[in-house]
């Protein structure tokens, strides 16, 4: 009788334990039956080989075609060549001095395939593949097994190494199953009854060894609840643990800034952010720290709910920080702020109104005096209100009172950065992060209830939609077309940009200021996408001739982006030729049209933030992304889904979809093993939710698990030290 902790060793023998430990990292029987088959083969019904790639270890079922030999020039050697079939596409199966494949593998044999696939002359091939025979005869002719474990007709196909073959796995599994007798359930008898849910051992049959798919999907349905439950609980205690965390309570004054603030903007504010505002002031008030989500579309007027949080702070004696990805942005929060808050921002100054508060800007290219004066007035607290960029995380950088954290665009930041300034306070400060479009791991974390979402749906009065086309560049046409729209808008008085992946001068430049995501360099033998310094000529000599057309980027000293930028804002440049640098905070009103050079090298979230920046005035605004992406290809796909909505939210989603979430607990960024290997956030919302309510239910009669061990066993085995401090930091 064995158990979950038993040493493989002890059942499949030192040799096989040793393999498998090696190539997959198991080494118990638990860790074993949790390796569980990544697809499953139906008896008959053959691999597509269309979909193999060069150097992926691969299993396969396959027919045999015809098998060849013939003998080597060294004496006593044969190659024997086998072609193979899915019905439409052939594949080489190449042995070397192989005496039993000659023998089995004939014209009609089915059998699993498994090795490297490689390339010669052009043609896809495997060589000396392990081989398992899936005809029953054949393989009881020459006394194998290859009938063994597959009686139900679907053939669990594993994750699985080059010296270890997905049979052998499945053989592996199937005598540690055998034996096991019993298992402990970290599922407490109440949910599993409540949600008809199998025993995890019944469990684990079904999914290693099914007769039937709906077994699989039984199977996996109680594995999944695992999953999700064991994460929920996690995050219930978090939430438990944060409502513990002293925070200081920050309570509104009736006179202060913000009602000053209020009774001057000369804008109404949307019923949206009236109702978020008052979220946020209830939150911020009491006595452990916020954490929440503001989305909300570009230009729906964030900073404005931003803002109004961050005067509450000040009002209640605090510290209020924004957070900036670029200098580009920061420079513009500064100027926006400002230009809001008029007098009410400029303490000291001789037009300063009685309550007003001081606003001091910190980024790496502040000269020396500057920074100096910068970060006195922070640390003594009479800058109420600042304005950084990654310059703030620096130890130099301290403060009397940080009260409240907010985050613009939380994709260019990453989870240890936002917690640095998050730990500059002697207690915890509120956190309030923005967004347009959410990061697959932050759209992860609301799906599982972690972090609190507000979303503003309405635009400001005066806001123009944006129509966003693919603009195929095989198509001369449809090119001199999207040209000539830059060309047409210019003449009617308004302004455009053409956006590029990367600066130039090197295939695998990086723009500092500009989002790392973006795919500037040659991959996967493309050629190397468009640079600034490579179209901005070409524009001004043959597409745009007579219009004027200036860079902005990165590499451009601080003094001289400001130029650019102050410049364009007037109306002095036409055409903006510019990386990423513009993706947030550019706010141009009369720029009404965007050509994307190379669309398909950007992500989702980036094109989406990309052309909010027109449209921002009264006249429409055009988005075109300009793509040598083959029409019907994933490429294109994308890049059709973003021209068919505005809404951030559903490409977020849609970005979740293609692109997986970065690992809840942080696996994926440590390198470790995923915690979720069966949940699909989009798929599986609906169990999600419902494991988050039991979960909060267990920690809130039951926070140290005490009456639940095999749950808590379970999630100490989940959470190792690495995901702990990152889920801490979520």
């Known amino acids: 009788m064995i158990d979950q902790t038993t040493r493989l060793r ?148 594993y994750p699985s190494a080059m010296k270890i073959p997905s049979w052998t796995i499945a053989s592996c599994v199937r005598m540690v199953l055998s034996d096991l007798i019993e298992i402990e359930e970290p599922l407490p008898a109440a949910i599993r009854s409540e949600h008809r849910l199998v025993g995890l051992l019944d469990a ?115 510290q209020a920080v924004l957070l900036a990805p670029t200098e580009t942005l920061a420079t513009q929060h500064l100027r926006s702020l400002r230009d809001m808050l008029g007098p009410l921002g400029r303490a000291g100054e001789l037009d300063a109104a009685l309550c007003a508060t001081r606003i001091a800007l910190v980024t790496g290219s502040l000269g020396l005096r500057a920074r100096r004066e910068a970060l006195a007035a922070v640390a003594e607290g009479s800058a109420g209100l600042v304005v950084g960029t990654h310059a703030l995380l620096e130890e130099s950088v301290t403060f009397r009172d940080l009260a409240l954290v907010v985050v613009d665009e939380q994709h260019r930041f990453g989870v240890e950065q936002r917690d640095v300034l998050r730990s500059r ?31 503003l749906t309405e635009l400001p009065a005066g806001r123009s939609p944006i129509a966003t086309f693919v603009v195929p560049a095989a198509n001369e046409v449809w090119t001199d077309r999207m040209w000539g729209r830059i060309r047409d808008e210019v003449a009617a008085g308004h302004q455009a940009y053409v956006v590029c992946p990367r600066i130039g001068d090197d295939a695998t430049d990086a723009d ?60 002095d440049i036409d055409v903006l030729v510019a990386t990423t640098v513009i993706e947030v905070g550019v706010d141009v009103p009369n720029a009404t049209v965007m050509v994307v050079a190379d669309a398909d090298r950007f992500g989702i979230s980036q094109l989406h933030q990309l052309r909010g920046r027109v449209g921002r005035g009264s006249a429409p605004g055009w988005c075109l992304l300009y793509t040598d992406a083959e029409h019907g290809s994933p490429a294109w796909e994308r890049l059709a889904a973003v021209a068919a909505t505005s809404d951030g939210a559903q490409l977020a989603r849609l970005d979740l979809a293609q692109r997986r979430e970065g690992d809840v607990l942080g696996a994926a960024q440590s390198g470790g093993r995923r915690a979720l290997r069966l949940l699909e956030l989009l798929k599986d919302e609906d169990l999600i939710l419902s494991a988050r309510d039991e979960a909060t239910a267990l920690v809130g009669a039951d926070p140290e698990l005490s009456a639940h061990p095999a749950l808590a066993a379970a999630l100490a085995a989940t959470l190792d030290e690495t995901r702990v401090a990152y889920l801490e930091k979520g």
């Open 425 to 455: 306070s002697d207690r915890p400060p509120h956190l309030l992060v923005m967004t347009a479009t959410p990061i697959p791991r932050t759209v992860a974390m609301t799906v599982f209830g972690d972090l609190e979402v507000s979303t």
């Open 512 to 571: 500092p200021d500009a989002d790392p995501d973006a795919d500037g360099a040659t991959e996967g033998g493309r050629r190397p996408s468009a640079a600034v310094l490579d179209v901005l000529p070409a524009l001004r000599d043959v597409e745009l001739v007579g219009l004027r057309v200036a860079a902005l980027h990165g590499r451009l000293h601080p003094d001289d982006k400001e130029q650019v930028m102050t410049r364009f804002a007037a109306g």
């Open 204 to 318: 684990y049959r079904l999914v290693h060894q099914p007769s039937s798919w709906a077994e699989v999907t039984r199977g996996r349905a109680r594995l999944k609840w695992d999953e999700a439950l064991i994460l929920q609980v996690a995050l219930a205690q978090r939430r438990f643990d944060n409502e513990q965390t002293a925070a200081t309570a920050r309570h509104a004054r009736p006179d202060g800034l913000l009602a000053a603030f209020d009774a001057t903007v000369p804008f109404p504010l949307t019923a949206g952010q009236r109702a978020v505002g008052e979220t946020i002031a209830t939150e911020i008030a009491r006595p452990f720290p916020m954490h929440r989500l503001l989305q909300g579309e570009v230009g729906s007027g964030k900073t404005v709910v931003a803002l109004r949080a961050m005067l509450a702070a000040v009002d209640a004696g605090g």
């Open 10 to 157: 002890d059942v499949l023998g030192e040799k096989t334990a040793i393999m498998l430990a090696d190539a997959l990292g198991l080494e118990t029987a638990g860790d074993l039956l949790a390796h569980l088959p990544r697809r499953y083969e139906e008896r008959g019904e053959l691999t597509d080989l269309a979909n193999l790639t060069v150097g992926e270890v691969v299993t396969v079922q396959a027919q045999v075609v015809r098998a060849e030999r013939r003998p080597m020039r060294e004496r006593r050697r044969s190659m024997l060549t086998v072609t193979v079939t899915d019905g439409r596409h052939s594949l080489l199966v190449v042995f070397f001095n192989q005496v039993r494949q000659v023998r089995e593998l004939r014209s009609g044999v089915t059998a699993l395939f498994a090795g490297k696939v490689e390339e010669f002359r052009g043609r896809r091939q495997l060589t000396n593949p392990e081989v398992q025979l899936l005809d029953a005869e054949i393989a009881d002719a020459q006394g194998r097994d290859g009938a063994e474990g597959f009686a139900g007709g679907l053939v669990p196909i």
